[in-house]
């Protein structure tokens, strides 16, 4: 029970369960705990605290946030941030903002590849059509045959190698550090090997960064040991999280809950860090 998956996606963005199914899902795990880290949302925060107070399971108010570094996404997890803050509310929509100008830019690209989509096609894959994200038009993707899994489809689309993506203008990733602080959480960046650019990685460390998500599915053990290091040069934390969203057209995205989880420890000295 000493396990906590810190990055955990619902409904809330591009994940497949709601924020009660989630906690329902950790608790039988075995998990202590989880972080809430929807996609530049805090909307499924709540509802899921709720769940877990009910069930005996910490549910840790967390967020993902979208910027652009060099040409590519770069994600920010926050931690212990305040769900309530009118600021950070307000500034978590106008990234939802850009996230819809993203989507219609990778659509006009499909688009232009021969491979025409609707944003009515990919909003038909989410009940309530709010943050739409990526995985969504993957799923179209392979409803229409145009690829055969959502790996696939990212590998030859819609991921940074791939030939419709495209990056919209979104907040640096120093802003997003600042942003998460200011909401009184403590900013850790995600799965630093996707991005293939530790030179930027070092600048965030030196820059206000608290810690770095070691451990992720799409990590190789190389990867963990490079970003060990960096870690211990720096004196950040070293944290672990799924990135579940669940299963998706047959395979799963990333991987499942609890599959990579960080340690009661650890989560403690996150929290006495936030707001600091």
Known sequence: MNRLDLHVHTTASDGMFTP?????????KGLQGIAITDHDTV???EEA?????????WVIPGVEISTVANGQDIHVLGYFVNPTDELFQERLREQREARKRRNHMLLDRLTKLGIPITMEEVEARKQDKVNIGRPHIAEVLVAKGVVQNMDEAFAKYLGKDGVAYV?????SPEEALALIRQAGGVPVLAHPGLYDDDDLVLKLAGNGLAGIEVNHPDHNEEMKMRYTEIVRQFGLFATAGSDFHGERQGSMYHAD???????????????????S
């Open 49 to 57: 605290r709720k769940c877990g107070e009910g069930l005996g399971l």
């Open 20 to 28: 009660v199914e989630v906690v329902k899902r950790a608790k039988a």
């Open 43 to 45: 909307a499924g925060v």
């Open 257 to 275: 809950l609890g599959t990579c989880t960080t340690d009661r420890k650890t989560v403690d000295a996150l929290n006495r860090a936030a707001g």
């Open 167 to 171: 990056t919209t203008p979104r907040i």
